[in-house]
């Protein structure tokens, strides 16, 4: 099993609201979950009818042949097989996108939540868009898309992914010049309980790695009260 710790090493920002959003996006009906047993069986999803498990997980021929889930799965395994799906997905997409681990938490969300529904393909103009930092065309094309104008339910989806690429928009549109900036104080930031590193990178549009390094962190640990530089 992937564990969380490795999933944030690879830059997957896969915070708990992340993943939370993610179960509503896939499951909110909860097929499948059968609540006196207290297990999640396999059930068909509403694209095509395809094997389909908890949140998404796709049932290859290999699981049918061998009754892998036949006997259900706990909620904890459930999550756990999004997590490895989700890494799978943020794999994709790095290999998509080359500049994939310095973009914003947020946006690698987006994409890692395209990637893991077939949205982005490397074949795919907006992939050609983002690699080519036209990010703005990149959101209007993502959208161009015959499952987003045919299936309502998929578009609080999509567009949250679009808000997600257009915020790097905003950020290159409000930059100020280059020598303004480095005789700009850099910001602070106050820990709070319940901070963590990636939700704090997450909020200035940042990175877990460029948090740590303006603020000489060995390790991902932070405390209440601490203060951080954001730059």
């Keep these: 099993m992937i564990l969380l710790k490795s999933l944030l090493t690879e830059g997957a920002a896969l915070t708990s609201d992340f993943l939370q959003k993610v179960m509503q996006w896939e499951n909110s009906i909860k097929a499948g979950w059968n609540s006196k047993k207290k297990r999640w069986f396999p059930h068909g999803s509403v694209e095509s009818g395809t094997g389909t498990i908890a949140y998404g997980h796709k049932l290859t021929s290999r ?3 061998t009754g892998r889930f036949t006997k259900g799965i706990s909620q904890q395994d459930a999550e756990q097989l999004l997590k490895d799906d989700l890494f799978a997905a943020s794999r994709k997409a790095l290999a998509m996108i080359p500049k994939y681990k310095s973009l914003p938490d947020n946006v690698r969300q987006a994409l890692i939540n395209a990637a893991y529904r077939g949205e982005i393909k490397s074949t795919h103009k907006t992939i050609k868009l983002m690699n080519a930092d036209k990010w703005s065309a990149a959101a209007k094309e993502y959208l161009n898309n015959a499952e987003y104008n045919s299936r309502p339910g998929v578009q609080n989806r999509m567009n949250w992914n679009q808000k997600q690429f257009l915020s790097i928009v905003k950020d290159t ?31 200035y549009k940042t990175t877990v790695d460029s948090l740590k390094q303006a603020n ?13 530089i954001i730059k």
């Design 216 to 228: 000489n962190l060995k390790s991902d640990v932070i405390k209440p009260g601490q203060k951080l």
């Design 63 to 65: 699981d049918i042949a």
């Design 173 to 203: 549109a409000s930059e100020e010049p280059a020598e303004t900036q480095s005789t700009k104080t850099p910001k602070t930031y106050t820990v709070k309980s319940g901070d963590s590193l990636s939700i704090i990178a997450s909020k």
